[in-house]
């Protein structure tokens, strides 16, 4: 047996507390708590009071003000925490506390609550561009959003487009990616940007656009954004006006702010069903290579696969550091001008410094240990994948190295690959 506690409320339907019910108050209330309680609501369909007062559906004028009956299960090492307010919140009623013997308590990880629409999530009023904007001006805008693709909107504001980063790059002549320009300097960027200026966005733009109502639910908006292989999503409403955007950022911190704490649920003997851990989502085709790997070897590497990453390892396999294409530039800059066409995959690339500085040689003689980067965040395989997601929104990254309790390099985990497990376990 497991010792819990059953809280019953009887009050009625008109009790309030403060500008809500005193039920939707308690529900509110237990649900923000994120312990293991469960709650009941059930309405009478007839009653007295004490203070005189009889309710009954027989009569329409009786049955403005029927019974209602709140039971809350809770283990009993929780009681006192949902009783410290719950008391003051019953305006009209009676509370009442008993003891209860539960055989099993079973639950289900749902990743985030079924309930939430699109509009409780989304980021509102999001920035866009017309399909006129130069894209100097909409690749601006991106550098300084938190997003990676901007909504084009027509003189009504509803979208008729996307533009990504990859549009920029693959049909707008966009020679590197927007986290590399970012370090870049001001006066490559204005010159890169100069060479945007002469096309517009509607020239590069994804259309048609993606899109999804504001008063959809949050799992179909999910669905539609891992089937369509997008990051973003563009919020309409029922005129097809633009009211948000949601991303994959906005969906994993719902995540956490809705998620409960599972392991505590597990020290309560709670068995909780569809639980995943991130050694069940880690991509393992990561490539290690020994710190005395040449760099150039490194940027081959680098080159030819789509994590952009590369982990150093020790001949245990214990992960050392990281290298990406950023760590590349900020290791040779400002001293070889030439890294720019070789990230950039510029023909001609390895060409002589202006000091007379072999670019080619130096890159041979550097070693993947000189360049990584060692101050990494990590996860262990057994983590739960909740923990994770709150450890890539508390440090602002995309991609986790994940190893295991020896230290040993296990691969790497995504923002894709969390929504994608995460969704699956709730679906």
Same mark, same amino acid.
């Given at each position: 047996?497991?010792?819990?506690? %059953?809280?019953?409320?009887?009050? &009625?339907?008109? /009790? ?34 004490? &203070? ?23 283990? /009993?090492?929780?009681?006192?925490? *949902? ?12 509370? /009442? ?26 980021? #509102? ?53 927007? !986290? ?28 048609? %656009? ?8 949050? #799992? ?6 891992? #089937? ?46 569809? *639980?995943?851990?991130?050694?069940? *989502? ?13 760099? &150039? ?40 001008? !030439?890294?720019?066409?070789?990230? &950039? ?10 000091? !007379? ?5 130096? *890159? ?62 709730? %679906?």
């Amino acid at each position: 047996m497991i010792p819990y506690k %059953a809280i019953e409320i009887f009050t &009625s339907e008109k /009790a309030r507390c403060g500008k809500k019910t005193v039920v939707d108050a308690v529900l509110q209330y237990v649900h923000e708590l994120k312990i293991a309680a469960r709650c009941i609501v059930t309405r009478g369909i007839a009653g007295c009071y004490e &203070s005189g007062e009889l309710a009954t559906g027989r009569l329409e004028i009786l049955s403005f003000n029927m019974p209602v009956r709140i039971y809350i299960i809770v283990p /009993a090492a929780e009681t006192e925490l *949902i009783l410290d307010k719950l008391d003051g919140m019953v305006s009209e009623g009676i509370l /009442a506390l008993h003891d209860l013997n539960v055989l099993s308590h079973r639950t289900q990880n749902t990743f985030f609550p079924r309930q939430l629409m699109v509009r409780d999530v989304m980021t #509102s009023d999001p920035k866009t561009v017309g399909p006129d904007t130069p894209l100097d001006e909409a690749a601006g805008s991106l550098l300084s959003s938190i997003f990676t693709g901007l909504p084009v909107v027509d003189e009504h504001n509803r979208p008729i487009g996307v533009i990504t980063q990859g549009d920029l790059i693959r049909k707008g002549g966009l020679p590197l990616r927007l !986290g590399l320009l970012e370090e870049s300097g001001r006066r490559r960027r204005e010159a890169l940007f100069n060479q945007l200026s002469t096309r517009r966005a509607v020239e590069v733009m994804t259309r048609p %656009a993606v899109l999804i109502g504001q008063d959809r639910l949050l #799992s179909e908006a999910v669905e539609l954004m891992l #089937s369509k292989g997008v990051k973003r999503l563009p919020v309409v409403d029922e005129k097809g006006r633009l009211t948000g955007i949601l991303s994959r950022l906005d969906i994993f911190c719902t995540v956490m702010r809705e998620a409960p704490d599972w392991k505590a649920f597990k020290t309560q003997e709670i068995e909780v069903k569809q *639980i995943k851990r991130v050694g069940d *989502i880690l991509r393992r085709d990561v490539h290690a290579v020994s710190p005395e790997t040449s760099l &150039s070897e490194v940027i081959q590497i680098i080159d030819h696969n789509d994590i952009q990453r590369v982990a150093v390892v020790d001949a245990e396999d214990k992960l050392l550091g990281l290298i990406s294409d950023r760590d590349l530039l900020r290791s040779f800059k400002p001293t070889h001008k !030439g890294i720019w066409n070789l990230l &950039s995959k510029v023909k001609g690339a390895f060409e002589q410094h202006e000091e !007379g500085t072999d670019l080619q040689q130096q *890159i041979r003689e550097t070693t993947a240990g000189e360049v990584m980067i060692t101050s990494l965040t990590k996860v262990q395989d057994d983590m739960l994948i909740e923990e994770a997601i709150g450890l890539m929104i508390d440090k602002g990254l995309k991609r986790l190295p994940v190893v295991d309790a020896g230290g040993r390099f296990q691969g790497l985990i995504s923002r894709d690959s969390l929504l994608r497990t995460g969704f699956a376990g709730a %679906a």
